[in-house]
């Protein structure tokens, strides 16, 4: 049998969502679902990885799984295609990372780049919880678990995933061929992989509040994109500008379409242009932001109309949940059941073991 194609992604419940999940992986996971070519889509809330740097905090998690689940409908993800489901409700995947701790050492934790400047941000300094710091195995059971192939995400889990690998080659070796080695999916487009936040800072990140929501009212998109980072230098409108870590061209970048020229910008017949204008000097930041901001609008629009759609049916919502959660849970429990028995944790089920057993004491007598 061909391997089946699988995908695992997954966010966690921190905060709404902004537009840097939607380019760095929403919008993929909407068209990759809606391609037809995958077997099995598999899509879930991180609360129990969420709680390792929030664990004082379990109110934060409990009421923004509601908002993510709401965000993932809004954009088009589709529970009868793909299967949403929250990350504690599993508990195989514990049990897995139990298991994947031991092939995993300190030193190569400590070197995970992405780990290393989430503790700094979070001012962990030398108190990070043991939780924190195995995440990433505690991930690599998440996407094996589910026998993903495919994980479409943002650059900054290209560590994880590798991390990952590393774990299912060593596992295999050890134990036979029982999981499978996921692939990362990064945007194709750089301004994608890792979307700034509205104050020019790396990475647009719930944790930084330098973020548009998908469910931003149309006024408060308006206004933060007003505000947002542009060339620090570019004081007056005649003077030559900077796009190179000029936010608002990044966005462009991740958002604008050849359509919207027609629509909102005729004078320019593609973005090549603008940023030339731009660069020569001659065009106002306001004129660029407005531009930004008809597309964040249109863009966002029926984002925001279907958001309000479901959140008519909350407890809907929910059973779509716990429905998700079983089914995400019959898989779990299947690798499960197979990476026991790959590590001879499987003692009731192996008669020939109770057998053999029996035989040689019963030698002895
Ligand atoms: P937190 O601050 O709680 O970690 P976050 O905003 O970093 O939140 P995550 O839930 O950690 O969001 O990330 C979920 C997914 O979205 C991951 O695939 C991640 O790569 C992607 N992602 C997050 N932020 C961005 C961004 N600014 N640009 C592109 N992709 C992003
Ligand atoms: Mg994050």
Known sequence: MAKEKIILTGDRPTGRLHIGHYVGSLRRRVE??????????????????????????????????????????????????????????????????????????VSRLQRNPTVKTEIQMRNFETSIPVGFFTYPISQAADITAFKATTVPVGEDQEPMLEQCREIVRRFNHIYGETLVEPEILLPDNAA?????????????????????????????????????FTDPDHLRVQDPGKIEGNTVFTY?????????????????????????????????????????????????????????????????????????????????????????????????????????QARHYAAKQ
Do not use: W
């Open 192 to 228: 994608c992989l890792r979307l700034p936040g509205t104050d020019g800072k790396a990475k647009m990140s719930k944790s930084l509040g330098n973020c548009i929501y998908l469910s931003d009212s149309a006024d408060e998109v308006t206004k933060k994109v007003k505000s947002m």
């Open 32 to 105: 990759l679902q809606n391609s037809g070519l995958y077997d099995k889509i598999f899509v879930f809330m991180a609360d129990a990885q969420a709680l390792t740097d929030n664990i004082e905090n379990p109110e934060k998690v409990r009421q923004n799984v509601i908002e993510v689940a709401l965000d993932y409908l809004s954009v088009g993800l589709d529970p009868a295609q793909s299967t949403i489901f929250i990350q504690s409700q599993i508990p195989e995947l514990t049990e897995l990372s139990f298991y994947y701790m031991d092939l995993v050492t």
């Open 252 to 356: 462009l970048d991740a958002f604008c379409r050849p359509e919207h020229f027609e629509r909102y910008l005729p004078d320019y017949p593609n973005l090549d242009e603008l940023k030339a204008h731009y660069q020569r000097g001659g065009l106002g930041d306001m004129k660029v932001k407005k531009f930004l901001t008809a597309i964040m609008q249109e863009t966002l629009e029926p984002i925001r109309t279907r958001r309000h759609e479901f959140e008519q049916d909350i407890p809907g919502i929910y059973d779509m949940l716990k429905k998700g959660c079983e089914t995400a849970r019959e898989a779990a429990a299947q690798t499960l059941d197979e990476v026991r028995c790959a590590m001879k944790l499987n003692y009731f089920d192996d008669a020939e073991l109770i057998a053999e």
